[in-house]
């Protein structure tokens, strides 16, 4: 089934205690849409770059299956950049610039095609602009995914709010679901949060995994531990990817089947931090992804 | 199978964000004892205590199955006394008080009828007196966990090292395991500290859950998410007794035993932070055990 994709394409430049990374392609847009690419052929993306944005890397996209025609290419402007430091525990980081460019005037103009997109992936943006793409849809889609951050709490609180009763699956942090809710416990802030909209709740903990909440029923899903962790960044994008294309492939929307998902997820973001940017994502065979689904069934059965 | 458990019988007063309980049953040993009677009725308990400890308190214990010979009962002495403050988030406490009293003079000598126990439970000590125990035991054991802090780590790294050449399962914080091992990855940490003499290593995480390394081998049990957390004072050392219980209980030591041991460890530890003290593993039925484990199959199977 088709899967529409919005958010950031990037430039980024990456230190972390492996590297140094200048200028290297990053977004959610971008992390997401290639974590889908293993799932559905059928992926509309909804971004927008400067003119400095190279060819090369739209058609690597294309090649994946991507769907470029909501892509704008703003022409005398920069693409957004990000540039970032991790610390060594990789849990935290510095961010050193952050130029919106592009992004500043991003107005999402869905193409008709788009519209009946019927797997959502809203990557983290202003609510606004999350809420206008919403609006854009023709009523036929089968689940809203929205991905935001504690920034837009501090900052937008009302307007977050009130996408999220458009929204049927909420992804953020443990921290952010404390921060939304206002209580410390991950339970009742589930609850909380269900009421807000969102009937599914994911809670990302990073290296400690994710928790999947839907009216009482919990799922555990363990993160893969790793050697070594190159770079962390896009890590939560492409988990959204991983999941909404595990959706959409199987086209069925139930506590049973978001599990799977989830752990799909995981599996796309354990390769993601392997490497910087999307170059692991870039390479990645079905045989490694159903060879890394085994070693999580492994990791968690008793 | 028989177990020893070894370490601290105390009283505490402790306040968390839910109330207060003052001069309450705990100690390591006290919680591992209990976890470990649901699993088997021939407990060897060591440890010291000062004559101002409850006469039905012991009977309670004794009541669970434990023997306690070893026990020893220092006339005009107080018992160990721990006072903490636990902040919102339960994952960090203040230690308001620390009164040795008797275990400053703690030279466990164990019983003839100990000496050929067979699941051995080493809870947080000194680790010279954590040895003096190894150095009576007949040779006879199927495993011997050893429980530790970064305490020792500070202060008694050489004496530790030492003893960890005699031990099979370690269990620690991922923070401790970091210490130990000198690396920020738990998977390389987990190499560095097998080389050291654990065979098997169980890296807690508290509200995170659990990791289970050996030979390669990883396993990642989850915690149950609650919707309120009274007191995780001797969550830790619950986890220890279900785990080495069900171990006992079973009488093989393998991978595959070792990863629903961490489970039932988890299910026990997950009692014992809903009340305070020790109350809600007094209370504790087998078919609240069974349940619990069914609650974590759900909580984990994709």
Known sequence: MSILTVGTVAFDTI???????????????????????YFSNE???????????????????????????GLEIKQNAKTFFWEGRYHENMNQRDTLATDLNVLDDFDPQLPESYKSSKYIMLGNLTPAIQ???????????????????????????????????NVDVLTIN??????????????????????MGPKYLIIKKGEHGALLFSEGKIFSAPALPLAEVFDPTGAGDTFAGGFIGYLAKHDTVDFSH???????????????????SINRLKTLTAEDVNSRYETFVELTSF
Chains 1, 2 share one sequence.
């Not at 230190?15 to 690419?37: F, K, N």
Request: aromatic share 6%; hydrophobic share 45%.
């Open 258 to 276: 978001m599990k799977k998902a989830v752990i799909y997820g995981s599996v796309m973001a354990s390769f993601c931090v392997e490497e910087f």
């Open 131 to 165: 809420q206008q793409v919403i609006d854009q849809l023709d009523g036929s889609q089968k689940i809203v995914v929205l991905d935001t951050m504690n920034f837009w709490m501090d900052v937008a609180m009302d307007e977050l709010k009130s996408v999220l009763k």
């Open 174 to 195: 443990d921290e952010e679901a404390r921060q939304l809710s206002g209580v410390h416990s991950l339970v009742k802030a589930s609850e909380i949060i269900h009421e």
């Open 43 to 69: 992926i509309n993306l909804v971004s927008i770059v400067g003119d400095d944005f190279p060819q090369v890397e739209m058609d690597a996209l294309a090649d994946k299956g991507v769907n470029l025609e």
């Open 15 to 37: 230190e972390t205690p492996r590297g140094r990374a200048e200028m290297v392609i990053g977004g959610a847009c971008t992390y997401a849409s290639y974590a889908a690419s």
